[in-house]
Structure formats: structure tokens, C-alpha cells
């Protein structure tokens, strides 16, 4: 009886002791995240002009909207990090206008000019792969940042977002 007793108490402290070193490696984990994503926050505030013009080329060449050349891009201040739920890969999003005009034979110029000509609501998605931020030119159209996550509930997390002060 007195192995039985000795190896129960082995086997409890062994528990305990494992326990609490998962109780510990959680807090180190959640730090350790936090910390690539404040280093990428930074990282995008650093890279955002490169950014937003590599956006504005990889979208433009996209050839969507068909038939239509986009003209201007205006980005918002605010940015929205998410999570992708499958890949780990944190996205900013950001809030954007753009304008487009018809193009000759592109099956959009007898729309109303109006229509063509009206400022678009989207958003702007980019990547950060570990090290770096890039864009492949996505776009969400009539969707704001939260919104898009929001809309991608079951592949995107959100994780922060900013604000801008307002100005003035």
C-alpha cells in the first residue's frame, strides 16, 4: 500500500506541475502576440505611403470594376487589424474612396456618367507576413473596415483598431 500511496503522490505533483506550466505558458503567449502586433502597427504606420501607392497599382491593373479606370484613391486615417482565423496572417484595413471614369469600349460608357462618376465606398486590404507588409490591390467594396470583418466573421478576428485625432 505504501508504493500505491508513493506513486499517487508522484502522479499529483506531476498534474500540479504541468498545470503550472500551462498556467505560466499562456500569459507568455498572449505577451509574445501582442508584441508582433504592436511591432507591425508600427511597421504599417512606417511603410503606409509605399503601401497605399502599391495598393492603388495592384487594383488599378486588377481590371475590376470591368470597364472602368480608376481615377483617385482616398484613404482614411483609421486602420482596423484582423486576424485570418486558418493562417494566423494579420490584415490592415483601411477605409477608402475611389473614383473611376468609363473606358473607351469597355462596355460601361453608355452608363450614366453620374453612376460612373460616383465616389465609392470600400476598403483597402493589406498583408503582414511576418517581417513585412504587402498588398495584393483587394478591395471590399460598400464595406467599411469593421464592417468587413464583421462580413468574414468566420475567417477574420478583429484585433485592434485606430483612430485618428481629429484634426483641427
Avoid at 487594383?59 to 493562417?87: E, N, Q, T
Wanted: charged share 30%.
Amino acid at each position: 500500500m505504501g508504493n500505491w500511496l508513493l506513486i499517487g503522490s508522484v502522479a499529483a505533483v506531476a498534474v500540479i506541475a504541468v498545470i503550472a506550466v500551462v498556467l505560466a505558458v499562456r500569459p507568455l503567449r498572449q505577451a509574445r502576440a501582442a508584441e508582433i502586433v504592436a511591432r507591425a502597427r508600427r511597421d504599417f504606420h512606417r511603410q503606409r505611403e509605399r503601401l497605399e501607392a502599391k495598393f492603388i497599382e495592384r487594383a488599378a491593373a486588377s481590371g475590376k470594376p470591368r470597364g472602368l479606370r480608376w481615377l483617385d484613391v482616398d484613404f482614411d486615417d483609421d486602420v482596423v487589424y484582423a486576424r485570418d482565423r486558418r493562417k494566423g496572417q494579420l490584415k490592415a484595413l483601411v477605409a477608402i474612396e475611389v473614383s473611376f471614369e468609363a473606358i473607351e469600349g469597355g462596355g460601361m460608357e453608355e452608363v450614366a456618367v453620374e453612376t460612373v462618376g460616383r465616389v465609392r465606398a470600400a476598403t483597402a486590404e493589406f498583408c503582414y507576413d511576418g517581417g513585412r507588409w504587402q498588398t495584393s490591390g483587394r478591395v471590399y467594396f460598400n464595406l467599411a473596415p469593421s464592417a468587413t470583418v464583421k462580413y468574414l466573421a468566420s475567417d477574420l478576428e478583429m484585433v485592434a483598431e485606430e483612430h485618428a485625432l481629429p484634426r483641427g
